[in-house]
């Protein structure tokens, strides 16, 4: 595994009593596109506040790009919180700059970055009109110039589609990926299994400040008990490895559709192998994949607030 | 530091980009300028004509003579006021306008008369005036008298007077090449003195009373004369009577010393109160609007992502100073400037109020109680904006904390203009969020240096502490959603960690 952008070890955060982060520990390969999937209160957003250095963990260790978090590591971050919110009387380009300032850029590269932004925005002749005159989508896209100006090496963005339509998620997806495929590392929170399951090398899965799952979309899915459709004349349920099998539809010919779940660690080659070789006879037999959606229900729990 | 700057100027950028600023900052010199315009072009003429028709010939000189007096001592007084401001003591060192005296006596007014008055002193004067000094202007005499116009009459006794004469009244006349207003015609009955005759003054309604109160007294006067005649007083034994005057001198300070020069020094810092006021309270608004603003917009995270809440603090305070410190440069300046090169009342008190600012400890103390003040007042500002989550949200708080400040504030400035070592003065001296006030207040007057140098430590620690306890605050209500408790907001105070 490469060096990690971004490394969680055994990192908790109170807030009196309540405990937002509990002994929380990943690590973000560089280059990946990493998603934190929690519901509401699960600590996504304070992971990334103290990754920021805004908070302060109350114990545990961070390193950001192989530091402890700090402003200094600002212009080398880019970040998108959930809550955004621009200077309303501000020109559009002159906030772009602003926080490129603030992220240690000098004046000229800040201006010319900004205006190559705003141009693949298609925001380029607004550049000079105060954010108050922008419609909400045209807003947010400026929100996420703020973020992109620096060429960051890590970008982190807290719930980055929600309140975007449908356009703009897409055109957001993209920048990520174009973001990801220029070497940066990408670093996403979400609900929003979809944006998740599209973009995501690999995923953290939080409940109640906890880690439930951490790995790849692969590994995820592979730690689900196996499922899949098979069509056979006989009902396949005392099949070795077989957990359940439930007939559905009616029978053609004789033939008879089942939903087969397997037990866990058994594979559908594993007994795609057995039926072939003691001749149990199938018409069809097909390897369903789950959803992260499943996934996250089966690591977190069916009780979080969460779409699909 | 860098982030500091960037901050600071973002919040200048903002301010300069509104309206409302430019208005302001031009509302003083658009006002000196107005009302300059205004006094120059559209004062009322000084200058009145009048007539004086005495049927008994016996009054008419006397009101003349006194008028003549009035005006003497008035241009004697000026030329005074002129021969020290421009030091021309020197030139003609026995004259009665080479030193400047409250009191006038009436020896010394006839005297500057006899001696041809400000035409003789600016001809005297003349030789000993520098390049760059102005001439002594004389004011004209505001009443000027000329004969009855034959075309008109006057009413008998117990009569209205005609519309002619009303009309006249209510028109111009001309004396040596200007056209005066026709004030006011007396009219003395041949009978005045006699039980039931009474003298009487046409006006145009205008109020002349200076005119008026002068006939009434010498009327009086000279009936009092015939009084004294019919008590068989000789005439020269009641003018002696009469022009008795208790033997009384007056010494002054010379110039530049005594209770003048102390008024003279509190010019400057007590104005300094009032601006540090206006300032601090103007631009702690615009701040504490920008962190509403940034606190109800959410786009505060966005920043404290890049700069710590420290930075964003100072940065704020830096750049609303600058702008404080700007709209006092653009009005003391034009001030300045108007008072300075128009000559006149302000200019003749702002003169030397400038001249007696002459001790380095004095304008250092001036600028630190002035720095520090902004500072306290600004953090408080900064601090509601904080805890607010709306404007209306932040009046609740803002209300109390400025009464807090101005009732004191304007009580420090009765005591000190009217006594500066009244104990409310001295006690309001040691309160931190008042020292800056009283000690404005109290500068000019000669406070002792312990008492500076106390008060500034006093102040220095002051401020520490409050740049640190409300910049928990600011720090840890930043982020925190909607309105905390008060519980909560001692809580941060209590923590160093707060927010963290």
Redesign the interface.
Same mark, same amino acid.
């Given at each position: 595994m490469s060096a990690a952008a971004m490394a969680f070890d055994g990192v908790t955060k109170q807030f009196g009593d309540f405990t937002a982060v509990d002994h929380l520990s990943f690590a973000v390969p560089e280059g990946t596109i990493f998603g934190f999937l929690g519901g509401n209160g699960a600590g996504k957003t304070t992971s990334l506040r103290m990754a920021l250095d805004i908070l302060t963990p109350t114990g545990g260790r961070i390193d950001v790009l192989g530091n402890p978090p700090s402003r200094e590591s600002a212009s080398d971050i880019g970040f998108l919180p959930e809550e955004r919110g621009l200077y309303k009387k501000m020109s559009v380009l002159d906030t772009i700059v602003y926080f490129a300032r603030l992220k240690r850029m000098e004046a000229g590269p800040a201006k010319q970055s900004a205006m190559a932004l705003l141009e693949r925005l298609e925001l380029a002749d607004w550049a000079k009109s105060p954010v108050e005159k922008l419609s909400k989508g045209m807003a947010q896209k400026v929100q996420v110039a703020t973020a992109l100006v620096n060429s960051p090496k890590l970008l982190m963005l807290d719930e980055p589609f929600s309140g975007l339509d449908p356009v703009n998620q897409k055109m957001l997806e993209d920048l990520i990926a174009d973001a990801a495929k220029d070497g940066a590392t990408v670093i996403f929170s979400t609900h929003v299994m979809q944006h998740a399951e599209r973009l995501c090398d690999r995923l953290l899965m939080l409940a109640r400040g906890k880690k439930a799952f951490d790995g790849t979309q692969d590994e995820a899915r592979a730690a689900l008990p196996a499922r899949l459709e098979l069509a056979s004349r006989t009902a396949p349920d005392a099949l070795p490895g077989v957990e359940s099998a439930e007939a559905i539809g009616t029978a053609e010919d004789g033939w008879i559709k089942y939903d087969v779940r397997l037990n866990s660690g058994v594979t559908p080659e594993q007994l795609l192998e057995h039926c072939t070789t003691n001749g149990f006879g199938l018409r069809s037999f097909d390897v369903q994949t789950p959803s992260l959606h499943e996934v996250f229900i089966h690591f977190v729990g069916a009780n979080e607030e969460i779409e699909r | 530091m860098?982030?500091v700057m &960037?901050v600071a100027m973002?919040e200048i950028?903002?301010v300069l980009?509104?309206k409302g600023f430019w208005f302001m900052i031009a509302a003083v010199p658009v006002a000196l300028a107005v009302s300059g315009f205004a006094s120059n072009q559209l004062a009322p003429e000084r200058s009145v004509a009048y007539s004086v028709v005495d049927e008994t010939g016996l009054y008419e000189d006397r009101i003349t003579a006194r008028l003549e007096y009035d005006y003497q001592a008035s241009e004697l007084r000026d030329l005074a006021e002129y021969v020290e401001r421009w030091e021309l003591q020197d030139a003609v060192p026995d004259a009665p306008w080479a030193s400047r005296q409250s009191w006038l006596f009436p020896a010394e007014v006839e005297r500057f008369a006899d001696m041809g008055g400000s035409e003789a002193a600016i001809a005297a004067l003349e030789p000993f005036r520098e390049e760059g000094v102005p001439e002594f202007e004389p004011d004209d005499r505001s009443y000027e008298q000329i004969a009855f116009p034959d075309d008109l009459t006057l009413p008998d006794a117990g009569e209205e007077p005609d519309e002619k004469l009303i009309a006249a009244l209510e028109g111009d006349v001309d004396v040596e090449d200007r056209e005066l207003p026709f004030g006011a015609v007396l009219q003395i009955p041949a009978n005045f003195g006699e039980p039931g005759a009474e003298a009487r003054i046409f006006t145009n309604g205008r109020s002349n009373t200076g005119l008026i109160r002068v006939i009434r007294e010498e009327l009086s006067g000279s009936l009092q004369d015939g009084a004294f005649a019919a008590q068989g007083i000789a005439p020269d034994t009641a003018l002696a009577i009469q022009g008795l005057q208790a033997p009384v001198s007056v010494i002054e300070p010379p110039p530049g010393a005594g209770r003048s020069v102390v008024a003279t020094r509190s010019v400057v810092p007590i104005a300094l109160v009032y601006l540090l006021l206006i300032t601090a309270v103007t631009t702690g608004s615009l701040m504490l609007q920008g962190v509403v603003?940034?606190r !109800?917009? *959410? &786009?505060v995270? !966005?920043? &404290?992502?890049?700069? *710590?809440p420290d930075a964003l603090m100072q940065g704020k305070l830096l750049g609303l100073g600058a702008v404080g410190f700007m709209i006092i440069i653009v009005w003391a300046g034009t001030g300045m400037i108007g008072a300075l090169y128009f000559e006149g009342f302000a200019a003749d008190v702002l003169r030397p109020s400038l001249e007696a600012l002459d001790d380095p400890l004095l304008i250092f103390a001036m600028l630190f109680y002035f720095v520090t003040g902004y500072i306290v007042l600004a953090m408080m500002f900064l601090a509601i904006g904080a805890v607010s989550e709306s404007m209306q949200d932040a009046q609740s708080y803002l209300t109390p904390v400025i009464l807090l400040i101005m009732i004191p504030v304007l009580i420090v400035m009765q005591a000190a203009i009217s006594g500066p070592d009244q104990l409310v003065v001295k006690v309001l001296s040691w309160i931190p969020i008042y020292t800056p006030f009283a000690m404005l207040a109290r500068l000019g007057t000669g406070v002792a240096t312990w008492e500076i140098i106390g008060t500034m430590v006093l102040m220095v620690i002051f401020v520490w502490i409050e740049l640190r306890l409300l910049g928990r605050l600011f720090r840890a209500s930043l982020?925190n959603d909607g309105k905390p408790t008060w519980k909560r907001m001692v809580g941060w105070l209590k923590s160093s960690?707060a927010g963290?």
């Open positions: - | 860098r982030e &960037l973002r950028r903002q980009g509104t603003e940034e !109800s917009n *959410k &786009l995270e !966005s920043v &404290l992502a890049c700069i *710590k982020l960690e963290r």
